[in-house]
Structures are given as C-alpha cells and as structure tokens.
C-alpha cells in the first residue's frame, strides 16, 4: 500500500464549480500534513498547512481526520487559474527530521 | 529575491558520462533535499541534509551521490548515468528538520540520459 494515495483525476469542471479531493495516509505517526499545487512541468509550491481543526484560505478549506487518516481539499468557485495537479503531502517525523511524503497527485482542469 | 536555484534546466547525455545537478538556495535554510519526479510515481526524495556534511539517503539513492560542504549548495551527482535516471529532478530546502515547515523547490532539471 502507497503511503500516500490520491485519486489521480482528471478532474474536469466548470468555471463557479465546487470540486473536493480526498488524500489517504497509511503512516498513523505522521506529523503533519499539506497540500501543494502544482502547474504543468513547474517546481511544487505550498498551497495551504493542513490543521486537525480544519483551516480556510480564501476559497479553499482543508480537513483531516486522522482517525481516518484522511485529507481532504475543497476549492470553491474555480477559477482557470486553478487548473494544476494538487500533491497531498504527509511530513513524517524521522529520526527528529522531516521526511515528506508525496502522493502523486491529483489533476484539475476548470473549463470555461 | 528568496529562491532556489537550479542547473542546468535541461540536460541530454549518454550512458557513462559523469554529470552533476547544482542547487543553490539564498535564505539560509538548513535542511535540503533532492528528489526525482516520475509519471505515476509521484516525488521520491533521492537524498537530504540537515546540515554542512551530515547527509543521508532517501527513498531512491542507488546510483546518485551528493555532498554538502557549504550550507547554500547541494549538488547532485550522477557517477554513470543510465537511462532509468532519465527523469525531471527538483533540489529543495526548508528552514529546519521541525514538522510543518515549507519546504521550497527549485525549478526543476529535465534529464534524459540516452
């Protein structure tokens, strides 16, 4: 089993939609979470810290439930701007250093 | 301008010919890693540093070296390339070993090993 598993997509929707990804983690120890976007053939970037409490930025929410161990991202109102592949990212703690651990991420397209 | 930097961008070589990756990063961060980035595979960290001479391997080191002798470069180091390094590599740092800090990556080399 992958470490970190994402439904690879594509996930095509309108311009104004609201699409949600989902990220499973099988590693109950790890530390922290993330979720990085990144555009066709560029470097990853962080997009948003991933809280137990669940935290907003703009139009994006994410959860985690770590009895689950789940992540999850929701974008609301998509703009063509957020057309990327969205990594989720698992920050394991290893020998008092972080290790992340990337999925392979999941693709958006929005269309006008 | 804080950054992560990169070279060359784009490489094409042959089986056997020693090449090496530069990274370099400006905002003095201790921790730096490499990774490689494969269709359907997602990122898989090659070797890190957590700091000047304290390296270790990652998930993926088999046929790769790298050395940190000062705290900005991190080189990456391909002995005798083969093809199956063909790959899109990225160099990354991040301010320490602490969970939840950002990592920040450079903008990636493109190599195909023929």
């Known amino acids: 089993r992958k470490e970190v598993e994402q439904d690879p997509g594509p996930f095509n929707v309108p311009e104004g939609a609201t699409v949600a990804f989902n990220c499973t983690y099988s590693n109950s120890a790890s530390q922290s979470f993330f979720w990085y976007r990144q555009d066709c053939r560029k470097e990853p970037k962080l997009l948003m810290s991933v809280y137990s409490s669940g935290n907003e930025d703009g139009r994006f929410t994410a959860q985690l439930n770590r009895a689950s161990q789940y992540i999850s991202l929701l974008i609301r109102d998509s703009k063509l701007s957020d057309s990327a592949t969205y990594l989720c990212?698992?920050?394991?703690?290893?020998?008092?250093?972080?290790?992340?651990?990337f999925g392979t991420g999941t693709r958006l397209l929005v269309s006008p | 301008e804080a950054q992560v930097t990169q070279n060359p961008r784009y490489l094409i070589t042959v089986t056997g010919k020693k090449l090496t990756v530069t990274c370099s990063q400006n905002m003095n961060h201790e921790y730096m890693s490499w990774y490689r980035q494969d269709p359907g595979l997602g990122l898989r960290q090659i070797y890190y540093s957590m700091n000047v001479e304290v390296t270790d391997k990652g998930d993926v080191p088999e046929g790769y070296k790298v050395s940190r002798k000062e705290k900005r470069n991190f080189p990456l180091i391909l002995e005798s390339p083969s093809p199956n390094q063909t790959s899109l590599y990225f160099c990354?740092?991040?301010?320490?070993?602490?969970?939840?800090?950002?990592?920040?990556f450079g903008p990636g080399t493109r190599l195909t090993v023929l």
């Open positions: 990354a740092s991040s301010p320490g070993g602490r969970a939840g800090s950002e990592q920040f």
């Open positions: 990212v698992v920050n394991l703690m290893n020998t008092g250093f972080q290790k992340l651990v």
